[in-house]
């Protein structure tokens, strides 16, 4: 029997895309929609048996907020998260606001499918090797940060490091500007300079890079400095 869903993607041409793929596999597809901030506004007002909400940004504060309302208002509603390799704290963010699931973005259609399936019947739906793979340094956590983090760290002034830090813990350009005093615009030039000094392209790269690296460790453990 065919799942009654949504697809909720920002990027509307893969929404439509993975939204056909179910169709052709015997699923009643909803809608495929791309708002964010109205995500939880068009679920609820169709309220399908199982919603696959995509996100490019499971670290980011704030993003699993319209799973948080889906759940309080139609709990009956699973809600699976197809987004990128997360970060422990990403995927522990997505169960902890109610998800069901987690699949990543790259995952073949049958594996969204058995998701999907176990979402219906509530079971929760995460691929083993994406556990092991998310939480592989919480598992093993290395003795010693390598000589890497000490590196890294060297390169970054202290306001940097607390950027970093505040990235870390999955804060936006608002809540570093609002924790650290400083304007908006500000806050964007630190956390640039921390992407291009350590050699990232993105907010979620730099996290799993400090995380890897036991950089914030360090931080942690070191006497305080002042702020610039």
Same mark, same amino acid.
């Given at each position: 029997?065919g799942?009654?869903?949504?697809v909720v993607d920002?990027?509307r041409? !893969?929404?439509e895309?993975l939204?056909?793929?179910?169709?052709?596999?015997?699923?009643?597809?909803? +809608?495929?929609?791309?708002?964010?901030?109205g995500a939880a506004d068009?679920v !609820?007002?169709?309220?399908?048996?199982v919603?696959?909400?995509g996100?490019?940004? @499971? +670290?980011? #504060?704030?993003?699993?907020? @319209?799973?948080?309302r889906?759940?309080r208002?139609k709990?009956q509603?699973a809600v699976?998260?197809?987004g @990128?390799?997360?970060?422990?704290?990403?995927? +522990?963010?997505?169960? #902890?606001?109610g998800?069901s699931?987690?699949v990543r973005?790259d995952?073949?259609i049958e594996?969204?499918e058995r %998701? &999907?399936?176990k %979402?219906?019947a509530g079971?929760?739906?995460?691929?083993?090797?994406?556990?092991?793979?998310s939480?592989?340094?919480l598992l093993?956590?290395?003795?010693?940060p390598?000589?890497?983090?000490?590196?890294l760290?060297? &390169?970054?002034?202290p306001?940097?490091?607390?950027?970093l830090?505040r990235v870390a813990?999955g804060?936006d350009t608002?809540?570093? #500007?609002e924790?650290m005093?400083?304007?908006?615009?500000t806050?964007?030039t630190?956390?640039?300079?921390?992407l291009?000094?350590?050699?990232?392209g993105?907010r979620?790269?730099?996290?799993?890079l %400090? #995380?890897r690296?036991?950089?914030?460790e360090r931080?942690?453990a070191? @006497?305080g400095?002042?702020?610039?």
């Amino acid at each position: 029997m065919g799942v009654r869903l949504m697809v909720v993607d920002e990027h509307r041409l !893969l929404a439509e895309a993975l939204a056909s793929a179910l169709k052709l596999r015997g699923h009643r597809v909803l +809608a495929a929609a791309a708002p964010s901030a109205g995500a939880a506004d068009l679920v !609820l007002s169709r309220a399908p048996e199982v919603c696959l909400l995509g996100t490019a940004s @499971p +670290a980011e #504060a704030g993003v699993f907020d @319209p799973v948080v309302r889906i759940k309080r208002e139609k709990p009956q509603i699973a809600v699976v998260v197809l987004g @990128p390799v997360p970060s422990p704290r990403g995927i +522990a963010a997505a169960f #902890a606001a109610g998800a069901s699931g987690y699949v990543r973005h790259d995952e073949r259609i049958e594996g969204v499918e058995r %998701a &999907m399936m176990k %979402a219906r019947a509530g079971e929760s739906a995460v691929a083993p090797q994406l556990l092991q793979e998310s939480f592989a340094e919480l598992l093993n956590p290395v003795a010693e940060p390598d000589d890497e983090g000490a590196r890294l760290l060297q &390169m970054l002034t202290p306001r940097e490091v607390e950027v970093l830090m505040r990235v870390a813990e999955g804060e936006d350009t608002r809540l570093i #500007a609002e924790g650290m005093r400083i304007a908006p615009s500000t806050a964007r030039t630190h956390v640039q300079r921390v992407l291009m000094k350590l050699g990232v392209g993105s907010r979620l790269e730099a996290a799993a890079l %400090a #995380a890897r690296t036991g950089l914030l460790e360090r931080v942690v453990a070191r @006497p305080g400095a002042p702020l610039d």
